[in-house]
């Protein structure tokens, strides 16, 4: 198996570096990382990276992440790496006309079905044909929180404050290592690019252990569950440079 994911990697390598590249680019971005457990807060991320692009629409990118707390454990760094495919892009003319041809069958499945609360289709229709192209990507994310545990987090309610709960997130170790997978959505003026990024991620060693503890006062613990944070959805926008 590591013989064969060896082979496809290096074929891949090969392909990107037998073509001239076509595009090169920084990009700046920032948005959510959402972990994708009930009752933990998103937080915000920060990204600059660069990529480089061949013809035949290949790329990769590499940059370093910021995170400034995840699930209330501060500071955590990251290096983005990643394989990208880039669709062929359109001219804005060809754009415009698929933009509009999406808000005609719009208008017409709305009229056939009697359904005139198309605004939202409509507006889909014709603002997704104006991005220039899209990219996925998948790669890894080496990095190191540099964070300790957070604090426990108390709460009371209820009749005479009679129950209570505890929150805290534990840090397990301090370097992780992330498998990341997302798309790219791209809206180009001049040699800029405006960016819309969603794309998941999982942790795949194990960094944060999230405990909750719950109880009623004079009796012992009635409740105590810990779940470990491997899944997270972040969504971020952002602007590159194409040079």
């Excluded at 999230?210 to 569950?225: A, V």
Aim: some cysteine; overall charge neutral.
């Amino acid at each position: 198996m590591s013989n064969k994911l060896f082979i496809i990697v290096f074929m891949s390598l090969t392909a990107c570096l037998e073509s001239k590249a076509q595009v090169h680019d920084i990009s700046f971005s920032s948005g959510m990382n959402v972990p994708m457990y009930k009752g933990i807060e998103n937080d915000i991320t920060f990204c600059l990276d660069y990529g480089q692009y061949w013809r035949n629409g290949l790329g990769f990118r590499a940059g370093i992440q910021w995170t400034p707390s995840v699930a209330n454990i501060d500071n955590i760094v990251g290096i983005p790496l990643s394989f990208v495919w880039y669709a062929q892009s359109l001219k804005a003319r060809n754009r415009l006309y698929s933009g509009a041809v999406g808000v005609s069958e719009a208008l017409k499945y709305g009229w056939s079905n009697d359904d005139y609360n198309t605004a939202r289709t409509i507006a889909g229709s014709f603002l997704m044909n104006l991005f220039s192209d899209m990219g996925f990507f998948a790669g890894l994310t080496p990095g190191y929180v540099n964070g300790s545990s957070s604090n426990v987090s108390k709460a009371y309610w209820g009749d005479s404050w009679q129950y209570w709960e505890e929150k805290w997130t534990e840090k397990k170790r301090d370097y992780f290592l992330t498998l990341d997978a997302g798309m790219s959505i791209n809206y180009c003026i001049w040699r800029f690019d405006i960016k819309l990024i969603p794309a998941f991620h999982y942790n795949i060693t194990g960094n944060y252990l999230y405990h909750s503890t719950s109880g009623r006062t004079g009796i012992d613990i009635t409740s105590n569950k810990d779940t470990p944070l491997r899944w997270f959805f972040s969504l971020s926008g952002g602007l590159s440079f194409r040079f």
